[in-house]
């Protein structure tokens, strides 16, 4: 399916681009809306699930919500289990590993989806 790319569109890539945080579809609705102030929370959640489906950012869904990140590149996800921060872990090996190393039966991965569960740094000053 092609599709065009929109001015909304457009501006919602470039959004996920600029951040690390993994917004939700109301906190890109929030910052898009800064720059098209006729953009509804409707039209992002189209465009994110259009982008997803296509493979242009990533849908994350962390503790029953949909979390998006603009990198696609082969990476994990922590999340901290008292501030919720989502953050990165660029390591393509470990991906890599896990897929060369499944052993399923009638099943051949091609990516993996890793997200650890833990808490972060800030987190782990406070005790």
């Known amino acids: ?3 065009r790319n929109t001015f909304q569109r457009q501006k919602i890539l470039e959004y996920l ?3 690390k945080t993994h917004p939700t579809a109301e906190m890109v609705y929030k910052e898009v809306l800064k720059d098209i102030p006729t953009i509804t929370l409707a039209t992002v959640y189209r ?8 493979g242009v950012i990533l849908r994350l869904e962390v503790n029953k919500e949909y979390h998006y990140d ?8 922590g999340v901290c289990q008292k501030c919720g921060n ?3 872990f ?12 499944l052993k399923q ?9 890793i997200i650890f569960q833990g808490t972060c740094e800030s987190c782990n000053e406070v005790l």
């Open 47 to 54: 465009n994110l699930n259009l982008l997803a489906k296509q």
């Open 1 to 3: 399916m092609v599709t």
């Open 70 to 77: 603009g990198c696609t590149e082969e990476h994990q996800h």
């Open 105 to 113: 039966k009638d099943f051949k991965p091609s990516t993996v989806n």
């Open 90 to 101: 660029m390591n393509e090996e470990l991906s890599q590993y896990v897929i060369t190393h």
């Open 17 to 19: 681009s600029s951040v």
């Open 86 to 88: 989502i953050m990165d």
